[in-house]
């Protein structure tokens, strides 16, 4: 076990644990990456440097896996992800005038993807597999399905959450 390293709020032995565990060769970087976010739930700048410098990993190695893949997020994310979905399905049944009520309902403004406490983060998704409950928002791994406004506007105030930033 390495000595703890620490840059501002980013704990970087979760870097030397991830390294220990997958290797320093370049075709390692998806599973530390994988890891990383899976503990920093999204992947800090400094662990991203840091890694470089753990493992035979150019930074355009890192950054490039970091950049190409979707699941990667480089900003933190909030406790709870609140996934609307635009597929087909949901965006003809109205996925539009959903996201707009989730929207206010976390207070988020036009371009703003995470509430200012980070509580929750919000993410359009193509499809939730499940068209038939159209239109669908997923919060966490619960699913509300065939949605009007009001019912999104309802299942928001049961969280709390009334337009608060
Ligand atoms: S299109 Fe929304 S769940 Fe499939």
Do not use: W
């Not at 390293?5 to 032995?13: E, I, W």
């Not at 979905?85 to 009520?101: F, K, L, N, P, Y």
């Amino acid at each position: 076990m390495s000595d703890q390293v620490v840059t501002g709020d980013v704990d970087l032995s979760i870097v030397d644990e991830m390294v220990e565990r997958y290797g320093t060769e370049p075709s390692a970087a998806i599973p530390i990456l994988l890891g990383l976010q899976e503990s920093y739930r999204y992947l800090p700048i400094d662990a991203l440097r840091y890694v470089t410098e753990k493992t035979e990993a150019t930074p355009d190695q890192v950054y490039g896996v970091a950049t190409f893949y979707g699941q990667f997020r480089l900003k933190p994310v909030g406790e709870h992800i609140v996934r609307v979905c635009h597929g087909t399905a949901c965006h003809v049944r109205g996925a539009v005038s959903i996201d707009q009520v989730v929207c206010d309902s976390l207070g988020l403004a036009d371009g703003e993807d995470t509430t200012e406490d980070y509580k929750y983060t919000l993410e359009k998704v193509a499809c939730l597999g499940c068209c038939s409950l159209s239109p669908v928002i997923m919060i966490d791994d619960k699913v509300y399905g065939s949605l009007t406004r009001k019912k999104v506007q309802r299942i928001f105030k049961k969280l709390g959450r009334e337009g608060a930033k």
